[in-house]
């Protein structure tokens, strides 16, 4: 029998996965769909289109996520499933925005391109900070503690590598992804593959990559295929073609904009947004009681949380508490966008990363974690006016930065110095600013093995598989997760 009334708490973009998925699959279900927000899709939703001052045109600004990878089948299934292929926006893999990614290692001035391969590499100064790790690596064998299930990656890559390396190349790649402190951070939960490529080579991670054969790589490719399978794609693998990232003509709230329009026309799915959920007990006849500030109680027999765990902590009933919705911490972020009214404020690339300073986190370093530059990453986002030449980028600040000074004349100081320029950067045009709070988990090492034991006690008494937990929380961050998270909920019911 498919459940009789759903209720999906919280309507970020695993929320709206769910609610689209769902009824779907479920299509004689009621499904009520509940966000305290007016306007649904969570941190997805932070995306505007501002017009220029002086009739100079129009641009898009992103103050949550702002790329999405070609490889997440879950989002270029909606893509299709909601006509979505002509407004993608993407990024080839032949532009400099794609092959250019740069470092700022806090106390010297400037940007270094993070090297590949290759003979330039000779001639790059983060081969100073990269050699260590990497000949480590090389050098050394086996040495997983017995017993180690899990670590932090800043461990992780010391363990195998060197502690500069993990500190330069490993906190800025957490700042860009978690915004978060690498010494925090579980290495299986958020790089799983890095585990495995251990495991491969015998404790060399380089091995591990370098010597996987010819048929491990064609059985992976197979897997892949297989995989893709379980997606309707429709013609949209076309348009990923040579594809590096991709975003939206109008920025990333195309996604929830166009899944909210979508589910609405259904008139099984009701949407509640503007809506604080404040309550969830058990109801009669095993199912559950919903209460929100604004509308009666709702009484459905199966529920979605896709909330924040915290959130979802704080409202279920004290009778039946459940395991691990507290321990990891989250993470704030301040996101600025900038437009300058000339061209040419950075060389092309995707941005920069700034790694943890040397002596951790301080309070006069300016609590950057990372600046990305809009104009050479998705310069089709923006309708200027003919002739009309500006820069985007935007900074991202906070994180284990605990109070980071976001007052735009220090901001434009650091990126004076970040950009090694002589002259003070011009007065920006536009400047937005988005204060994220609680935005991102981090999963601390051991996550994997807690959220297998939430799933536990949500199959025992009360709960009785009734209710299912899902999002950035418990499944990984990115957008493409939290897609995959909705496709895959309530399988079971
Ligand atoms: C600054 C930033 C940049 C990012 N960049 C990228 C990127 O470039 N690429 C990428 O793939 N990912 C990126 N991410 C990650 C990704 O955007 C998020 O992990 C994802 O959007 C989370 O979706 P979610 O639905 O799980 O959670 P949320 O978006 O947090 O949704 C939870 C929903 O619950 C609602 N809610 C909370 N409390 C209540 C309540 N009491 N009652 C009712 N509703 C409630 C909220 O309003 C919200 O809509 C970024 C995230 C941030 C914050």
Redesign the pocket.
Known sequence: MPPKHIAI?????????SAFHLSRRFPSSTITI????KR???????TERVQLPGGRGSVILE???????PA?NSVLELIHLLGLSDAVMPTLKSSPAAKKRFLHVPGTPGIYEIPSPGIRYLWNPLRFFITPGVSFDFVRGWNRPEGVLDESLESFLTRRGHPMTARVLGSALVHG?Y?ADSRLLSVRAAFPKLWELEEKGNGRILWGLLTRSREAKEAERQKEEEDRKRYELGDVMRLMDGVSVYSFRDG?GTLPDALTRSIAKNPNVRILSD????ALRFGEENGFEIT?QRTNPIFPSHIVS???LP?LN??IPESHPLPYLTTNPYSS?T?INLVFPTAKIYPPGFGYLVCRPEDDYVADDGGILGVTFDSSALPAQDALTPGERITKVTV?MGGPHRAPDTALPVVLAHLQYHLNRRKPLPAPLVTRT?Q?RN??PTPLPGHLERMGKLKEALGGSGWDGRMEV????VG???????VE?GKTVGMGW
């Open positions: 708490l919280g309507g970020g973009l695993t929320g709206l996965s509940i966000d305290k927000n649904l899709g969570g941190w997805a939703s932070s103050g949550g996520p702002r790329t999405l990878r997440s992804i915004a990333m809506t604080e959920i404040t929100t896709a909330l924040p959130v704080k409202i972020v996101s991202m988005w994220h935005c991102i899902v999002g950035a929380g990984g961050v990115s957008v493409g997760d939290c998270s």
